[in-house]
C-alpha cells in the first residue's frame, strides 16, 4: 500500500502557520484578542533572509508546521510501526489510549484496511477532555482541554470509507481494566499525562503479544533530543518509572518538532 494518504487524508486541520504566526498568536490570545494570524511561510522567509543578509550564522527557521496533533514525520513513524507488526503476523488487534477526534486512528484504520486477516480497532478517550494533570504535566494543557464526542470520531471514519472502530468512552482507570483485548499487535497511548500513560501502561503491557508494538505520543528524551518538543515531561516520568523493573527500553525516533518514541514488546 503507498502511503501518500499520511499527507492530506488525515491532515484535517493542516496547520499553514509559521514560527511567527506561533508567537504572535501567543501574544494575541494572552492579551485576549479572539485573532490568529496565519502568515505561512512568509515571516519566516523574511526572517532567514535578513539574518542570512546580517551574516547570523544559525539554522533557518522551520516554516511550518505539518499538522496539528501529528506532523508529517510522526505520520511516517506511524505508518511503517503498524504496518510492520501486521505484514508480520503479529497477533492480536490495534489499540488507541487517547483518541481525541480520530485523527491518528483514522491512519491506523487505513493501514489496517490493506492487511488479511482484518483486526479490530479499539478507541479509547473520555470524551470529556484532559483530567486534572500531575505537577510533572506542566501547566500548558488543562483539564477538559480536547474535549470531543463519539460522534465527531465516527463522522471522521465515515468521511474517509473506513471501518468503524470500537469505541470505549470513559476514564482510563475506568474502562481498560474490563475493556481492553485479550492481545494486543500494537498500540499508541497518547493521554498526555502522566497519570494517563501510567494506567495505560499498566493495562496494556501485559496484552501486547511478543513482537508488539507499543508507540508512546509526547516522549521526549532531552538527553537524545535537546531541541525536542518537551511539554509533555510527565509521558516520559510515567514511561520510565515503568520500565525500571521490565526488559524492554524506550526508543526516542525522530519526529521533526513533535516528539514520540516507542518500545517493541519481548
Ligand atoms: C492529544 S489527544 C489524542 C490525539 C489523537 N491521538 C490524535 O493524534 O489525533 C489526548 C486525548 O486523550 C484523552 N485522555 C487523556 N487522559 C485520559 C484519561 N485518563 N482517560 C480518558 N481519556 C483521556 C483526552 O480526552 C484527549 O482526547
Not at 491532515?11 to 496565519?38: E, H, T, Y
Not at 535537546?226 to 520500565?243: H, M, S, T
Request: aromatic letters at 12%.
Amino acid at each position: 500500500m503507498d502511503n501518500f494518504f499520511i499527507i492530506d487524508y488525515f491532515d484535517w486541520q493542516p496547520q499553514r502557520r509559521s514560527v511567527v504566526d506561533r508567537f504572535v498568536n501567543r501574544c494575541l490570545r494572552k492579551a485576549g484578542i479572539p485573532m490568529q494570524l496565519a502568515s505561512a511561510a512568509a515571516f519566516d522567509a523574511l526572517i532567514n533572509r535578513l539574518r542570512s543578509r546580517s551574516g547570523v550564522a544559525s539554522e533557518p527557521l522551520a516554516a511550518i508546521f505539518s499538522g496539528s496533533m501529528t506532523n508529517v514525520e510522526q505520520r511516517m513513524n506511524m505508518f511503517h510501526l503498524i504496518d510492520q507488526v501486521l505484514a508480520y503476523g503479529v497477533l492480536g488487534d490495534v489499540v488507541e489510549l487517547g483518541c481525541y477526534q480520530g485523527r491518528s486512528a483514522a491512519l491506523f484504520g487505513r493501514v489496517m484496511m490493506g492487511h488479511k486477516p482484518q483486526r479490530k480497532l479499539h478507541l479509547y478517550d473520555s470524551f470529556a477532555g484532559l483530567p486534572g494533570g500531575d505537577i510533572s504535566d506542566g501547566n500548558v494543557f488543562k483539564a477538559g482541554g480536547l474535549c470531543t464526542s463519539e460522534e465527531v470520531v465516527r463522522a471522521n471514519f465515515r468521511r474517509y470509507g473506513l471501518p468503524e472502530p470500537v469505541i470505549h468512552k470513559g476514564w482510563f482507570n475506568e474502562t481498560l481494566p474490563d475493556a481492553l483485548p485479550e492481545r494486543i499487535a500494537f498500540a499508541h497511548l497518547d493521554g498526555d499525562f502522566y497519570e494517563s500513560i501510567k494506567v495505560s501502561l499498566e493495562h496494556v503491557y501485559p496484552r501486547l503479544s511478543c513482537g508488539a508494538i507499543c508507540l508512546l505520543d509526547d516522549y521526549n528524551d532531552p538527553a537524545v533530543n535537546p531541541g525536542g518538543w518537551n511539554l509533555l515531561p510527565g509521558v516520559k516520568k510515567a514511561c520510565d518509572e515503568f520500565f525500571l523493573d521490565k526488559p524492554e527500553h524506550v526508543v526516542p525516533i525522530y519526529s521533526g518538532g513533535y516528539s514520540h518514541a516507542f518500545f517493541r514488546k519481548f
